[in-house]
């Protein structure tokens, strides 16, 4: 007796008709997936970095002035006989020949009057009806790390008419020099009203101070007064070195030139195109400046933004690139102060570029003035202390109150860019960059 029935129908698709379907059904699927895999090779973007195409940087003429240098101070610091008179009655005309109190000498003068010059013993006790004092002093910037001029700037506290902040601010003065604060206190330590100036690589500063005796006790002079004498004298010592010497508190800096509305982050100023022609398939991270940290003024915020691409994790190996975009970007504390502030930082690096000075251990080589972007703009190559390091191609541009820096570098293998190709990248970049910016 047989375990098995009767046999059943076969399954209908091993049949002949069955076998051609699914055999049609297999090679449907494999060049669905074929076609798939070729699209996808297609649409997948090419393996990280990238070189171009890229922009030429285009070399221009030096605009810039090389600024004024002094190198001879003025008799008695430039006050004459009669304002010295008016200001401190009774005080030694020999301003420089200094004391027991202070070392005297050119450029360092001091005028002292007690009791409208009556009392002759100078820096006596006692009780006197007033007291006033004028100084005055002039320091030569002579550029020993950095220009003259650069030096100079930032000797000078900028402007800044936030009180909540700082009961005393400078304020802003116009006419004098090529810049110019002024600002006053009755504070013990700090009273009267001090005015800095500077011409070139010269800093000025002014101070006048003294009391009046009021019903026995002793009042710090007013601010005007303070303020008229110590304008008065800067007026004539800024005349006697060649500048201008008409002085005026001022509540906004001419030309007002109005600031940026938009100033995007460093890291949203390049679209991604732009990055994958110099560094395609980088992660971003926060960066730091080169230039732009070393002599930033008060006033002005520094941010960055880096893209590393690498093609081997491990050093040495590979392809590697690296570019930084930094924004220094000055407050508009009063009107037109945000872009003046931003022309003074640019020129001071500016010329510290062209001089070959800087105030760090780095070595800088390649000094070029561009046609732009933004408004005045520059290249330079940053020679890295280790070969293995690579150089730093740098352009650095102004827009307003804005000053860009993007810096480039990288290598293939073991051997670092060189040349012309990492300023051109920067280009590249700072073109895009300055689109941003609006």
């Keep these: 007796m047989s375990d098995s029935g009767p046999p059943g129908p076969a399954p209908r698709w091993w049949t002949g008709r069955g076998r051609q379907a699914a055999a049609g059904t297999i090679a449907l699927v494999l060049a669905v997936s074929v076609a798939v895999a070729v ?35 003025p008799r008695n610091c430039g006050v004459s006989a009669a304002t010295a008179a008016r200001l401190a009655p009774g005080a030694d005309r020999d301003a420089e020949k200094g004391n027991v109190f202070r070392q005297g000498g050119p450029g360092s003068c001091m005028w002292y009057s ?10 006596c006790v006692g009780d006197f009806r007033n007291e006033r ?8 910037s002579t550029g020993r790390l950095q220009a003259p001029i650069t030096e100079a700037m930032q000797a000078l506290t900028p402007a800044e008419p936030n009180r909540a902040a700082n009961p005393d601010p400078p304020a802003l003065v116009e006419g004098l020099g090529e810049e110019a604060t002024a600002r006053y206190s009755a504070e013990i330590e700090t009273e009267g009203a001090v005015v800095d100036f500077r011409v070139g690589n010269a800093v000025v500063s002014v101070r006048y101070k003294g009391w009046d005796d009021v019903r026995g006790r002793r009042r710090t002079i007013p601010e005007k007064t303070a303020l008229d004498g110590a304008l008065a004298a800067a007026a004539e010592t800024a005349k006697s070195m060649g500048t201008t010497a008409r002085p005026v508190l001022s ?14 982050k460093p890291c949203d100023t390049v679209a991604d195109p732009t990055v994958d022609k110099v560094a395609r398939g980088a992660y971003r991270r926060r ?7 070393m002599a930033a003024p008060a006033g002005m915020s520094v941010d960055a933004c880096t893209w590393n691409a690498r093609t081997s994790r491990y050093s040495g190996e590979g392809r590697t690139r690296t570019l930084t975009v930094s924004l220094a970007v000055a407050g508009e504390r009063l009107p037109g102060l945000g872009a003046f502030n931003a022309t003074r930082q640019f020129l001071g690096v500016y010329q510290n570029q062209r001089a070959g000075k800087s105030p760090g251990a780095d070595a800088f080589t390649g000094f070029t003035p561009l046609t732009g972007p933004g408004e005045r703009a520059f290249a330079v190559t940053k020679v890295q202390r ?11 541009f102004q827009k307003r109150n804005v000053l860009v820096e993007v810096a480039y570098r990288g290598a293939d293998e073991d051997v670092p860019l060189t040349g012309k190709r990492l300023v051109d990248s920067a280009y590249t970049v700072a073109v895009a960059v300055e689109r941003s910016l609006r």
Excluded: W
Aim: hydrophobic share 40%; with cysteine.
């Design 39 to 73: 699209a996808a090779s297609r649409d997948r973007a090419p393996e990280g970095i990238s070189d171009g195409p890229l922009l030429t940087a285009p070399a221009g003429a030096d605009r810039v002035p090389a600024g004024r240098v002094v190198t001879k101070l």
């Design 114 to 123: 007690l009791d409208d010059g009556k009392a002759k013993c100078g820096f």
């Design 133 to 140: 004092v004028l100084y005055v002093d002039i320091t030569l």
């Design 251 to 264: 509540a906004v800096k001419n030309p007002v030139t109005p600031p940026l509305r938009t100033i995007p």
């Design 287 to 293: 960066g730091s400046a080169t230039l732009l940290t």
């Design 386 to 396: 280790s070969a293995s390091d690579g150089d730093v191609g740098i352009v650095i």
